[in-house]
C-alpha cells in the first residue's frame, strides 16, 4: 500500500470512522520486526470538509474577493485627544516620572501601577534613539506626504534601514511609493545620524 498522509502511515480502506473522521493505521518501516511484543496502534485524523466545499477548492463557491490594502489603523483605536508616541518619547516620559518619585510617593493619592517599572524597562531597552524631538523632527517632514503619526511611531519603533524594510512592514504606503521613495530615504539617512551608539 503507498503512503497517504505523512511519513510512517497507511490509509486503512474501511471508510470513515465514527463522527466522520478517516482512520489512518501506523506502517511499520521496512526491515523492523514485525514480532507479537510490537504493540499495534491506531489513529484517528480529522480532515475539514469545510475548507475544501466549493468549486476550485475555494470555500466561497469559486468566488474571489479583492483584498483590500492593509492599513495601519492604530489611530482609529485610539481614544479621542490621544497621540502616538514613539518608544523614545514613551521613554523619556517615563523616565521624568521615575526621576519625580521621591515626590510622588509622598502623596498617598498617587500610585503607579506595577506595570509602570516594566513599561520603563521596556521602553529604554527598545529605543535606537536618546533624543525624541530630534527625531520627531526628521519624520514629522513625512506628514506633508500624508504619512499618518501611527506610521511614524512604527518607522521609529522599528528603526527599519531601507525604503524597501518600511514599504514591506507598512504595506499603506506602497501605493504612494513613487511619491514617497525620495522622502523616505531622506529621512532614513537623517534618522542613521540619531542613532545611538549599542
Request: proline share 6%; glycine share 10%.
Amino acid at each position: 500500500m503507498s503512503d497517504k498522509g505523512g511519513k510512517g502511515f497507511t490509509a486503512v480502506p474501511k471508510g470513515k470512522g465514527k463522527g466522520g473522521k478517516s482512520s489512518l493505521k501506523e506502517a511499520t518501516p521496512k526491515g523492523k520486526d514485525d514480532g507479537p511484543a510490537k504493540s499495534k496502534k491506531t489513529r484517528n485524523v480529522q480532515f475539514s470538509s469545510q475548507a475544501n466545499s466549493g468549486k476550485g477548492g475555494q470555500a466561497d463557491g469559486g468566488a474571489k474577493k479583492d483584498k483590500e490594502p492593509l492599513q495601519l489603523k492604530l489611530e482609529n483605536e485610539l481614544p479621542k485627544g490621544a497621540k502616538c508616541l514613539m518608544d523614545c518619547e514613551a521613554a523619556d516620559i517615563l523616565q521624568g516620572v521615575q526621576d519625580h518619585m521621591v515626590i510622588l510617593s509622598k502623596d498617598p493619592s498617587i500610585k503607579l501601577p506595577v506595570s509602570f517599572d516594566r513599561a520603563l524597562q521596556y521602553t529604554e531597552k527598545s529605543t535606537n534613539y536618546t533624543d525624541p524631538e530630534s527625531v520627531r523632527q526628521v519624520l514629522q517632514n513625512l506628514k506633508t506626504y500624508g504619512v499618518t503619526d501611527g506610521e511614524i511611531c512604527v518607522m521609529a519603533n522599528v528603526y527599519p534601514e531601507t525604503a524597501d524594510e518600511v514599504f514591506a512592514l507598512l504595506p499603506s504606503l506602497k501605493a504612494r511609493r513613487i511619491m514617497l521613495d525620495d522622502p523616505v530615504n531622506d529621512v532614513l539617512s537623517e534618522l542613521a545620524k540619531l542613532k545611538k551608539s549599542a
